[in-house]
């Protein structure tokens, strides 16, 4: 059973960058599909940017294709967002999610067996 912990979250400008980190424990993220979501105010949880188990294949979210990036180092066990170029439009909280051992990507929250607590990110002037 892995544990996440989500940090990396603030208050930015628009235009501004990010870098949010699901650090995992009890377990080897490289074992898993991991996938970033966000809930907005008022909105359903929604995939922003997952990735298969050996990063083989990855998904964006068409409104944030070309400012975000998911990436892992295994050898901190922690996957990581990228967000630059930040809008209004991306606040929310920010939930990563693992699902063991399935080589394509996840974009439905209902398969992901285990979550982060949420990492708030607002954008803002």
């Known amino acids: 059973q892995v544990q996440l912990v989500e940090s990396g979250g603030g208050l930015v400008q628009p235009g501004g960058s990010l870098r949010l980190s699901c650090a995992g424990s009890g377990d080897t993220l490289d074992g898993y599909a991991i996938g970033w979501f966000r809930q907005a105010p008022g909105r359903g949880r929604e995939p922003v940017a997952c990735t298969s188990t050996d990063d083989s294949s990855r998904y964006y979210a068409d409104s944030v294709k070309g400012r975000f990036a998911i990436s892992r180092d295994n050898a901190k066990n922690t996957v990581y967002l990228q967000m630059n170029t930040l809008e209004p439009e991306d606040t929310g909280v920010y939930y990563c999610?693992?699902?063991?051992?399935?080589?394509?990507?996840?974009?439905?929250?209902?398969?992901?067996?285990?979550w982060g607590q949420g990492t708030q990110v607002t954008v803002s002037s």
């Open positions: 999610g693992a699902t063991w051992g399935t080589n394509v990507v996840v974009t439905i929250g209902a398969e992901y067996d285990y």
